[in-house]
C-alpha cells in the first residue's frame, strides 16, 4: 500500500538556518527533497504588534508518516517561540515522483 506524500511548510529568518534543516531533514531521510525559497515578506501580529518579516520559505517533501517526525524535528530546531509548521497534503501527484518521495525516506539512499 503507497504511503501518502504531503508537504511539510516552514519559515525561517536567515539562510543559514534554512540551510541547516533542509540538510539535517534530508541526512536524517525525514524529506526527500527541500525547496528554501528567499526573499518572502510575512506580515503578522505578534503580541498585540503588527510585524513585517523578510523570510525564507522551506518546503519539505516527504510521506504522512515522516511528516510528524519531521515536524517534531523543526519544533526542537526552530528559533522562533512559536515556528511555522504546517502540512499540506497531496491531492494529485505524479506516480513517479510519489514513488521516488517514499524511496528517499524509507531507506538510505547512499
Not at 39 to 65: A, D, H, M, V
Request: glycine share 2%.
Amino acid at each position: 500500500m503507497r504511503e501518502s506524500c504531503c508537504i511539510v511548510t516552514t519559515t525561517v529568518d536567515n539562510a543559514s538556518l534554512a540551510n541547516s534543516l533542509a540538510e539535517d531533514a534530508i541526512k536524517e531521510h525525514l524529506a526527500a527533497c527541500v525547496q528554501i525559497i528567499p526573499n518572502i515578506t510575512s506580515y503578522y501580529e505578534w503580541r498585540g504588534q503588527l510585524e513585517k518579516s523578510q523570510e525564507l520559505l522551506l518546503q519539505f517533501k516527504t510521506t504522512e508518516k515522516h511528516a510528524q517526525l519531521l515536524m517534531e524535528y523543526l519544533k526542537k530546531s526552530h528559533s522562533y517561540d512559536t515556528p511555522e509548521i504546517i502540512m499540506l497534503r497531496t491531492g494529485d501527484i505524479d506516480p513517479d515522483y510519489e514513488k521516488w518521495i517514499e524511496m528517499a525516506v524509507n531507506q538510505d539512499l547512499s
